[in-house]
């Protein structure tokens, strides 16, 4: 009981704690501009992804992610995909967004590396040449398999983080270690508790994505309680928390021997 009990403490102590760092970083990160509102809230450049027409001849693919717009910023987190082929000289984003009637799954409805109403995005994964080229079609097949692109749930999911965890178990090549905090990452049918998790690269357990256990390459042990994922990665050695990420080292992806 005494071993439960302070089990039960410590986790909600981590929980706490991770909600308020959360909120001190979704403040440092927004534009601090004025703003009346999302429609008025920055979305241009942040100036992160490579220039298309320099960078012409290269393939490219990145993930990234940036605090949700409003309060959900303070515990979630929206992704989103782009990529080029070598030659072309415009990326394709894809993201779900959970407004507008129909299909969720939309193609270039904004900026490739944009504020995300206000927030900073940062990147998860960045593989570029031909590690990038040869994952592209894999990553177009995985888009068009998404299995839920007329439904949007914000919690449990499947919202914007599911699609993008889609993706990166259809793709393993992306090594893909998206943050404790994509609320979503975690959903799984019903019918389809256990597989892979969003690396691609290991185990993962998950009752509707409100429950679980994960074990991953990028994403070490991770347990979900209601959506709240704490747990610990070795690659590097950083914690996973729910709200704020994680603390440690970034472990982005880059694909070993392509120019940068």
């Not at 986790?11 to 909600?19: F, K, V």
């Not at 959903?187 to 690396?199: E, H, M, Q, T, Y």
Request: with cysteine.
């Amino acid at each position: 009981m005494f071993v439960i009990k302070t089990f039960c403490l410590t986790l909600l102590a981590i929980i706490l704690l991770s909600l308020a760092a959360s909120v001190a970083q979704a403040l440092a990160q927004r534009d601090a501009r004025p703003q009346e509102g999302w429609w008025s809230a920055r979305r241009d450049s942040a100036g992160i992804a490579p220039d298309p027409r320099q960078n012409g001849q290269q393939a490219v693919v990145q993930v990234y992610a940036a605090p949700t717009w409003g309060w959900k910023g303070v515990v979630a987190v929206h992704p989103w995909i782009i990529f080029k082929r070598a030659g072309e000289t415009e990326y394709h984003r894809y993201e779900v967004i959970s407004w507008g009637a129909g299909n969720k799954v939309r193609h270039n409805r904004n900026t490739p590396d944009g504020y995300w109403y206000g927030a900073k995005p940062r990147l998860l994964a960045d593989i570029r040449g031909a590690n990038a080229e040869a994952m592209i079609p894999q990553i177009e097949a995985a888009i068009a398999s998404y299995p839920w692109p007329n439904l949007y749930r914000a919690w449990p999911g499947p919202n914007s983080n599911t699609f993008i965890a889609h993706i990166g178990r259809e793709v393993p090549a992306l090594k893909l270690d998206m943050p404790a905090n994509a609320v979503g990452k975690d959903f799984r049918a019903l019918s389809n508790p256990i597989g892979l998790p969003p690396s691609g690269r290991g185990v993962q357990l998950s009752l509707f994505g409100v429950a679980g256990l994960t074990l991953g390459i990028q994403e070490g042990i991770e347990l979900n309680l209601l959506g709240l994922n704490v747990g610990l990665d070795f690659t590097p050695l950083r914690l996973r928390l729910p709200f704020i990420g994680g603390i440690g080292r970034d472990n982005l992806q880059k694909s070993a021997g392509d120019e940068k």
